[in-house]
């Protein structure tokens, strides 16, 4: 499988501060795109539709994700943060996946039929999240862990006279084996690759006997997420959000609350409408009427809006050895590189957790920031 890669040389608050200054991630890391070729070696197969139509309908479509794998990169001395890039696809993402799948598999387009394709793209994302310290550490592959490399998801329709009919949904995240050297290259053209392959089996016939669909359908379909009250206003409302429900819609769980920021971590105090001030380490994130923080760790982090989600820069490590490590929803044993908070969802790679957790360490601390992104299906962060 083929990519070539091209490089286009092209925090945490601890007081909070009102400035013009655009601070979000976007802004402030180099891009590298890469672009999709063509593989000559992969099979062809009939298909019954004559055309691939990819529509992107990701919350954020102006990249696919953050890296600072150095197997990405040509090495660049000028610093920590200057190596992490945004990574994003030469003529746009839809563009780019639409004519590398067409020129992949017009052999066995059927060009006798105006019936196509349609692939709604609702999340491509690549993440840095990585085991490799914790599987060289204890050098036990009863305790190893995969590295999540790819989230990527996907509806599929067959258009014909007019109508949409649903096919299947393509759903999975892609990681990479163990020791293995990380290739992005393999897992985005597999992940395209994937989805055709499974119509080798599919029954077309079968497909048009089911209820079409029309295009304001598939349009609300595929873009409702977005339809959650917190996307109608300008500003969420002042108070404490206890978890991304409650945030997406917009009815904060507390008003009456106090945020201290500190230089190691920070104190969010409540007051419930009886009147009682408790301390909680649960919340999702608060808003402040003006600026909105997520909790990530210890520590809280400034939301920057991106499109039609929100990204941060929030910590790249964090040293952990607490009690509630190992009674957390989806950690296998007390050496989990992860840390997961049981305020999100506890559903696999969609689990909110803090990087390159470990219990070699009993302090808790503020390590070096990375760039991340809210995926707004589940207010997990990624």
Known sequence: MLLFIHILIAGKTQEKQK???????????????????????LETFSLPFSKI?????????????????????NKIGDGSMSKIRKVCVENGFANAAATFLNAQYHKGFNTNTQ???????????????????VNQLYGNKSLAFSNERLYFKAEMYLRSNGSYYPMYRFDSVFNDEINKPYKPVNALTNALA????????????????????????????????????????????????????????????????????????????VKSPDGKSFTTQAAWGVCDGEDIYI?????????????????????????????EMQNSPGVKNQKDIYHYETNQTPNGPETFRTRNASPLFTSTKLGELYPYQVDIETGAIY
Not at 232 to 256: C, H, L, Q, W
């Open 295 to 323: 909790k990530l760790g210890r520590n809280f982090f400034k939301l920057y809006p991106m499109q039609k989600t929100w990204e941060f820069f929030g910590t790249g490590s964090m040293y952990r050895n607490d009690p």
């Open 53 to 73: 139509e990819i529509r992107d309908v990701r919350p954020d479509t102006s990249k696919i994700g953050y890296s600072a794998r150095s197997t990405w990169f």
């Open 194 to 269: 994937l989805m055709i392959n499974r119509l080798k089996h599919t029954d077309f016939t079968s497909i048009k006997q089911r209820r079409g669909m029309s295009e304001a359908d598939v349009e609300s379909f595929n873009t409702r997420l977005i339809d959650a009250p917190v996307f109608k206003v300008a500003k969420p409302i002042k108070g404490v959000y206890m978890s991304f429900d409650e945030f997406k819609n917009n009815r904060p769980a507390y008003t009456d609350y106090e945020i201290k920021f500190g230089k190691l971590t920070d104190e969010l105090d």
């Open 115 to 133: 019936d196509q394709l349609l692939i709604c793209i609702k999340k491509c994302w690549f993440s840095d999240f990585d085991s490799s310290f």
């Open 19 to 41: 400035t013009e200054k655009d601070d979000s991630p976007s802004s402030n890391t180099r891009s590298a795109s890469i672009s999709l070729i063509p593989d000559s070696t």
